[in-house]
């Protein structure tokens, strides 16, 4: 099975497939290879035999084995990979779309293990777990000290197994302990999908799994014939399987058209993708957004859509990853992905970004600046767009930049603390909740009682910012996550502008003039 995934350690198209030919994959025939490789085989293990037998410090063999393959595969991108048996399993379960545990999102607030919201419908949220909740300890031992990934891993358990937690709980002096079972929580990769006003739906896909063609089919059909215009948010989607990506891009083209285009050495690797059944003629105004984080099988959808001038793309320059992997199950439940080929889109576009003579660090996340010399190509309309580095939208937005104290107040979580201590105070859900200037007060007094340290122009200048994240936050704690998400929305510069622009996505399906200053013709500059 193919996927596309951008993540830190694993990335672009994957495909799962049986290892032939043992580890170093398929037969050698040149006698000299085989010598070459027998050579380095037994210089390997003689480095390592000494290492075990003399090496000052008793070694962890497996884990010396397993960093030594994750260096090797560096070597050749930075995408191809290894995994032992714990981080192909938890892989394997991620693309599936559903694991065991409590059904609660949660962050490190101040070092603190912290519940950001519970899942509806989860073991969790029929415990009352609430927003705020601090998980103080596990089976007993406290979990100050550990890392979310730590938290995470003793939270997840086989179904109908049992975890005792407790619970620290703004307005209740005593820790809350509670034995939760665990049960199957569905990870949707459509989280929201809405009205955001009449005729206008959203609809936000976190992810490409076994359950995204699916979800999104469900969320179109929920919207149904109201639907005047959708926007199509894929920002921080770091991609997924390969056929969700296509079965999505589907659902917005016509039969036929391709999706993208594959190239490697292999013949097995040249491979072209069309939609294989196309929308049924319906077309409404569509808008993509788009930023830095939306990879791989993101892309693949974006490209495409783009290329067949099917709707517009708002935000930032897509992640760049345009690189094909396969990914082998090895023995004793391992795996190694490995890069295989490369993708196109629909005109020929490679995104890959140039990773050459840059380090990991540099290539994934500084990225300096866009390429001044791309290659153009066309689109079916015969608009330019352009290859190498990333998904260029059509129209680029940058996201709200944040101050020296907004960021002091976030990495506090100042305001989140102090919509959750007055949730215990006003227990009264208020759907229609705003600012006042007597909780701004109260909020005033509750930084001074943390210790903060502030000037008052800190927070004169700063009023709207932190009017808007307490509504988001009373939102979150109280109503519910897709009212936040909307709240959210209200002060998204990137969503403003995809809303903006929807006459234009409406005029471009309907094949109507429009004006090519709105279009791509500038974008690469």
Known sequence: MQRLRSWTTVVTVIVIASLVGGFWGRPVQATAQSNVREHLVNV????????EKYY??????????????????????????????????????????????????????????????????????????????????????????????????????PKG??????????????LLDMAVIRDEIPHHSVPFAFFFRPGIGYIKLSTFNETTNREVQESL??????????????????????????????????????????????????????APRGSGGVRFPLVVLINTGSASASEIVAGAIQDHDRGMLVGEVSFGKGLVQTVYPLDNGAGVSLTTAKWHTPSGRLIQRDYANQSYIDYYYARNKDPEKRQVYKTDSGREVYGGGGITPDFQVKPNKINEFQLLLTSKGMIFSFIRTYNANHPTVDRKFQTTPE??????????????????????????????QMRYEYFLSRVGQAEAHK????????????LEVLPQAKALISRDPVDPDLLVKKQGK
Not at 161 to 174: C, H, L
Not at 440 to 446: G, K, V, W
Not at 487 to 498: C, H, I, R, S, Y
């Open 487 to 498: 709240v959210f929305l209200e002060n998204d510069p990137q969503f403003a502008k995809a």
């Open 161 to 174: 197994t049992v975890v005792n937690i407790s619970i620290d709980r703004a307005g209740i002096p005593k």
């Open 44 to 51: 390997y293990s003689q480095v390592l035999d000494l290492a």
């Open 221 to 274: 059909e929920e919207l149904g014939t109201d639907l005047k215009g959708l926007i199509f948010d894929l920002r921080f989607n770091p991609g997924g399987y390969l056929q969700a990506a296509i079965q999505v891009a589907d659902k917005f083209l016509e039969k036929g058209q391709k999706v993208l285009i594959t190239d490697g050495r292999t013949a097995s690797a040249k491979q072209s993708y069309e």
């Open 56 to 157: 000052a410090d008793e070694i962890n063999v497996e884990k010396s084995v397993h960093a030594s393959l994750r260096s090797m595969l560096k070597t050749l991108d930075p995408h191809s990979n290894f995994f032992d048996a714990k981080q192909f399993a938890q892989f394997r379960e991620d693309q599936r779309g559903n694991f065991y545990g409590l059904g609660i999102i949660i962050s490190m607030k101040n070092a603190k293990p912290t519940v950001i919201t519970p899942i509806p419908g989860t073991p969790a949220y029929r415990l009352g777990i609430r927003s705020g909740d601090v998980i103080a300890r596990i089976e007993g031992s406290p979990t100050e000290g550990l890392d979310i990934q730590e938290v995470v891993e003793k939270l997840r358990g």
């Open 439 to 468: 909780i701004l007060e109260e909020f005033r007094t509750y930084l001074t009682s943390q210790k903060l340290v502030f000037k008052e122009s800190d927070f004169t200048d700063n009023l709207d910012f932190i009017k808007f």
